[in-house]
């Protein structure tokens, strides 16, 4: 077998593992809803199902009416001023929060009021979180006929409260207790089959279809059927008018449609989801851990010395250095000067190596004596010296050799 079919075999074998990961993770990551997205009382749909018309009276005719998209321990307390007095739930398709219904059990006794429309008695979740997903939005309430989780919101305020079966839809006269009306059209499918000592406001053909359950300062208007504020319903009956002046007839008449546990939950800002974070046990830690290294910092003083500059380069190349002189002296077109340089560096060297003083006056001597014992070097050195102090302008030729010579005297004294 070729590498280059090895190479194709093994990308393929990659390609494959990858795609069959892909598919495993999609599967165990994404649950199959069982919400039909069009067949819930949300005031978002104008179809049959949602409540979109309802929402739209109330806006006409109450105060202030507005959908609430975040969790329910966000809503401000009734008694604050002009905080809503009225929240509408119609059909949750996400169960409540343990968090929620404890802050909702507050919101109620402050003097809020709670119409429920729910056929099931709103699920408690079945564990709790922090956060907005605290909701469990995995966990869609049973529908008709389901059987029921261990815990309900209801079931702590009714225990004995039961839901009829799903019968045909009617419309008929009911007796309501409102403060604006007596006798309603309303048209409803699903009433309550025991209603315990809880108070009974709208009753048709000897089916209970709402009631009332006190709750400190605070009531909860619960409705037996959640269809009761579609558009559907509305159409046919007093559904609307009745649902109106009970919100109307409570506190400052501002209501509250809740979509949050339609599915259709408000974006958070950063900031809010970072203090969220830090609310968390998770969060706790970060920031214990954040406070031990800034303790570590300034307590060792890591990284906060005095401000220094960076140490200057050093050039360890000296013909760097040469070539830049000597470019200097061959672009001013000073021989004379540059040959006593050299002059100079000559006797700085005689004098380290003698351990006398040597200068222009003595280095002829100096070099009268190395000519004798040094060769040709000194004496060619000393004539083209004689020529400089005579004031006569050497030649190239010349001011090389005095270079050369000079650098061969002082290799020679070295050590």
């Known amino acids: 077998m070729t590498p280059q079919t090895q190479n194709r075999l093994t990308a393929a ?13 999609a599967s165990f990551s994404s649950r199959q809803s069982s919400d039909d997205l069009l067949r819930r009382p949300s005031t978002f749909f104008t179809d049959p199902s949602g409540s979109r018309a309802l929402y739209l009276v109330m806006k006409q005719f109450l105060p202030e009416a507005a959908q609430w998209r975040r969790p329910l321990y966000l809503l401000s307390l009734p008694d604050r001023p002009q905080a809503p007095s009225t929240l509408i739930v119609a059909g949750p398709e996400r169960p409540i929060s343990a968090r929620e219904a404890g802050y909702l059990h507050g919101w109620l006794s402050a003097g809020g009021q709670l119409i429920l429309l729910n056929d099931n008695g709103w699920p408690l979740a079945q564990r709790s979180t922090n956060e907005e997903a605290a909701s469990t939005k995995d966990v869609p309430a049973p529908k008709n006929g389901g059987a029921q989780p261990i815990a309900m919101f209801l079931s702590r305020y009714a225990p004995a409260l039961r839901w009829a079966k799903v019968d045909r839809q009617r419309t008929g006269r009911a007796a309501v207790s409102s403060a604006g009306a007596q006798d309603l059209t309303l048209h409803w499918q699903r009433s309550f089959s025991a209603t315990g000592d809880a108070k009974i406001i709208a009753a048709a053909d000897k089916a209970d279809l709402a009631v009332e359950l006190p709750v400190g300062r605070g009531r909860i208007i619960a409705v037996a ?3 009761m504020a579609s558009n559907g319903a509305l159409r046919r009956s007093d559904n609307a008018v009745w649902l109106v002046d009970l919100a109307a007839a409570w506190g400052n008449g501002k209501t509250l449609f809740d979509e949050y546990h339609h599915g259709f939950g408000q974006k958070r800002s950063t900031f809010e989801l970072t203090r969220a974070f830090f609310m968390t046990p998770w969060g706790w830690c970060v920031l214990q851990i954040a406070a031990v290294g800034m303790l570590y910092l300034f307590a060792y003083r890591r990284r906060f010395g005095r401000i220094r500059e960076p140490p200057p380069s050093q050039r360890a190349s000296p013909l760097e250095l040469l070539d830049a002189r000597a470019g200097v002296f061959q672009a001013a077109a000073a021989q004379t000067l540059s040959a006593e340089l050299i002059v100079q ?5 005689l004098t380290q190596s003698r351990g006398k003083s040597v200068d222009g006056a003595s280095l002829s001597y100096e070099l009268a004596r190395l000519a004798k014992s040094s060769g040709g070097g000194a004496a060619k050195l000393q004539a083209l010296f004689d020529k400089v102090q005579n004031g006569r302008r050497l030649s190239d030729r010349e001011f090389i050799e005095i270079g050369r010579s000079a650098g061969e005297i002082i290799r020679g004294t070295k050590p």
């Open 13 to 25: 074998l990659a390609t494959a593992v990858f795609l069959v990961l892909s598919l495993l993770l």
């Open 345 to 349: 560096h000559l006797c700085q060297s």
């Open 225 to 227: 059927d959640p269809a």
